[in-house]
């Protein structure tokens, strides 16, 4: 990396809901895993206790390290392949590029977060709300960690996503804005199932 | 993302080549939008038209391979940004 993409900090994060009845039919639909990891990671499945939460865990590891890359320029595209997850899923592979990986985990849910740079990131985990749209949900809960990070309310923050005609969901990764400028934060969010998840890094402040 | 459901705009399939009509039945386990996944011109983005998260986006290749009898190769899928991509992909792969 140069010193000037050493100054970024970047952030990609997922979520799994480990009851969503999509995801568990998903993990045993013949060919699924096959389709997505990689041989080395099939042979630390089939040692593990808990295969189904260890492969989730995978799978957002690289969904994170995916929405980080696409960051940095990079077209990973549809194969989860292309990026392995070390067995300890404290980092992640893609071509010669290493991104260090923070995974975690509760009863119900899995969550990765990715990240390149100087700062600590932060992120939370939030459960939906009964009749709350997961997309709103995330965007107020990344306002409330930002405006935390930023000292002003979250009122004055908003969460953009312009349109891209390259990305596969058809947008950029969102954009943290204060009263419709873009901020120094660098921002991610996911949602599956019941769960919404939101991740912000602060760029080091040059001196 | 529920499975089960129909795909609104199912008739409409002007400019997709015969060969490929199954793709409608492949991906009728899938949610999609209200507008038609197919028709339009732009063939828009596989997650963008589809309303699917990139878990279910798996389970789609999975269903294309089944229903065309195809092998996708992660170097295809990555190329894979728009339905008519796709569309493309499984027209090679039948070639």
Partial sequence: MTPIRSELALVGNDVVDLGDPDNRESFARPGYVERVCTPAERRVLEAAEDPERLFWCFFA??????????????????????????????????DDREI???????????????????AEPRFEVSELGEHARASAAGRDLLCRMAAEVLGVTGAELSVERRPSTTSHDGFEPPRLCEKGVPTGLDVSLSHDGRYVAAALAEAKRRQ | MTRGGSVPGAALLPGLPGDVSNLLPALASFHVSSRPVVGRRDLGSPRKSLKVNSARLVDVVLEIEDAFEI?????????????????????????
């Fill in chain 2, 71 to 95: 092998e996708v190769k992660d170097e295809d899928a990555d190329k894979v940004k728009t339905i008519g991509d796709a569309v493309k992909l499984i027209l090679s792969s039948q070639a």
């Fill in chain 1, 100 to 118: 260090a990986l923070r995974v975690g985990h509760a009863d119900d849910w899995v969550h990765a977060l990715a990240s390149i740079g100087p």
């Fill in chain 1, 61 to 94: 590891a690289k969904e994170a390290a995916y929405k980080l890359l696409v960051k940095l320029g990079e077209e990973p595209g549809l194969s989860h392949r292309r990026i392995e997850v070390a067995s300890d899923l404290a980092s992640s592979r893609y």
